[in-house]
């Protein structure tokens, strides 16, 4: 298994330090507003990888960290006029609904910055007596960025460079311009907790820094997060971490790409800002999940009505496939116990794809050759469908898709503009009227059913209905 390593910028083979088992941090959410579809991107793609990494036998112990103290938040309850605890608890309570919906499954742990404040405090203690960072006249405490050797090392920035091209505002209690806060001394009215250098609560970065090192160690696997923390926040992690434990931080670098709205970055300046639950008022969590999973993990996604309508006519083609066929409880396997090969090979080239840097594309690919046996096989080789089906559903699974049922051509029922009773009277008119030879009455309801974005499909089993709203 190979992964692109950010730091070193090509791909690398997976050599765990601890063999069989690899430890993942990611960096989650700032708890103060809904999740939106970056946040979807970082934790279906991060999903994906802990899942494929568990299929090919690893033991993962996945850390997504939440922070649930920073100035936004500090902002926002302000703003609501409500406690942090409520809006901060409130804020996760809606990301693991939205998670939920969207089959992500949850981390192995999920800490809190407000619940490791005594091993923030500790590191900040021990990079202080190594010199690397200071405290300053305000209560503030800084990192001292020329301290550490290797700094820009992840970004490829070299300090200087930094320096002359920064826009940073002046503060006179800095030694650097390019130094960075630990600890923040506490305005009046603000949460704050004790510290050596008075009351206050912990910088951004320092935060990440101290809860992987509790939660996986000096040294770890993997480190990810989105696509835009590699600067300054991962780079602030190393400098902390390396620092103050005296080892290399992390193995490996993994970064999702960014999400574009119609081609344009997301933002609410443009109008084109979405929050995963608004998204999925509209549009069925798989159809979703899938959009976000067809492309590779590190490449941008545009999100579109086109890619959106995209998406899901792939994920009917499988369930197309798969419906009606009555599944086996055993996997794929022939009366010897000993899978296919016809079958086998279909997951010989699913996990080449994806030892290959996650290539969810490839994947797919793979999946949909699949679909196309499966298909074939219903008048060729029908003893060999369920099995064939099995497979289907168990490679989807990797990913997070295809362990729906029929439900999922109907996933928009909320919006129907007719009852489903009445969309099955009209279905069963129609039919009566193609056996009346009244053609012209059957082509009128479908017509009348489509005008409402539900469109009938025909097959040798029947008439399926999905809704596909404009």
């Known amino acids: 298994m190979k992964i692109y390593n950010t730091m070193t910028r090509r791909k690398e083979p997976l050599t765990p330090l601890e063999p069989g088992k690899v430890r993942l941090y990611v960096c989650g959410m700032t708890v103060y507003d809904y999740c939106h579809l970056g946040h979807a991107r970082v934790m279906v793609a ?11 036998g690893y033991d993962v112990t996945y850390v997504r960290n939440i922070t649930d103290i920073d100035d936004k938040i500090l902002k926002r309850a302000e703003e609501n006029g409500e406690a942090i605890d409520a809006l901060t608890g409130r804020m996760i309570d ?38 690397y960072a200071y405290a300053a006249g305000n209560g503030d405490v800084y990192y001292r960025v020329r301290q550490f050797e290797g700094y820009g090392k992840l970004n490829n920035r070299d300090l200087d460079e930094m320096r002359s091209g920064a ?52 040294t770890f696997d993997i480190h990810g997060g989105g696509p835009d923390l590699t600067f300054p926040h991962h780079e602030n992690e190393i400098a902390q971490s390396e620092a103050a434990n005296g080892k290399p931080f992390v193995n490996t670098w993994m970064h999702a790409g960014a999400v574009r709205v119609d081609q344009e970055k997301m933002s609410k300046s443009l109008g084109n800002f979405f929050t ?36 899901r006519k792939s994920l009917e083609r499988f369930y197309s496939a798969l419906e009606g066929i009555e599944l086996p409880t055993s996997e794929s396997v022939d009366e010897s116990g000993e899978t296919l090969p016809e079958i086998a090979s279909y997951a010989e080239r699913f996990y080449a794809a994806m030892d290959d840097d996650f290539n969810t594309p490839g994947a797919l690919s793979v999946l949909f050759d ?101």
């Open 94 to 131: 809606a990301m693991h609904e939205d998670e939920a919906r969207l089959s992500v499954l949850p981390p192995d742990q999920e800490p809190r910055a407000t619940h490791h404040m005594a091993e923030i405090i500790a590191m900040i203690e021990t990079l202080i007596a190594k010199g």
């Open 46 to 56: 991060f999903d994906v990888i802990s899942r494929y990494l568990r299929e090919r």
């Open 167 to 218: 826009r940073i505002d002046v503060d006179e209690h800095k030694e650097d311009p390019l130094d960075f806060v630990l600890w923040k001394a506490a305005k009046p009215g603000e949460t704050r907790w004790p510290s050596p250098w008075g009351e206050g609560r912990p910088g951004w970065h320092i935060e990440c820094s101290a809860m992987s090192k509790c939660c996986l160690g000096d």
């Open 370 to 470: 699949l679909t196309r046996e499966l298909n074939r096989a219903k008048t060729s080789s029908p003893d060999v469908v369920p099995r064939l089906a099995v497979e289907l559903k168990r490679l989807g699974g990797v990913l997070g898709l295809l362990q729906q049922s029929e439900a999922f051509f109907n996933t928009h029922v909320s919006e129907l503009p007719l009852s489903e009773e009445a969309i099955q009277e009209k279905i069963a008119a129609r039919d009566a009227a193609k056996k009346a030879k009244h053609f012209a009455e059957a082509d009128n309801i479908r017509d009348e059913l489509a005008a409402l974005g539900i469109v009938l499909k025909d097959s040798r089993e029947g008439t399926r209905w999905t809704f596909e709203p404009s």
């Open 276 to 311: 995963i639950r608004e998204v999925l008022e509209h549009h069925a969590p798989e159809v979703v999940r899938y959009l976000l999973v067809a492309s590779h993990y590190r490449s941008a996604i545009n999100y579109s009505a086109e890619s959106l309508v995209g998406a």
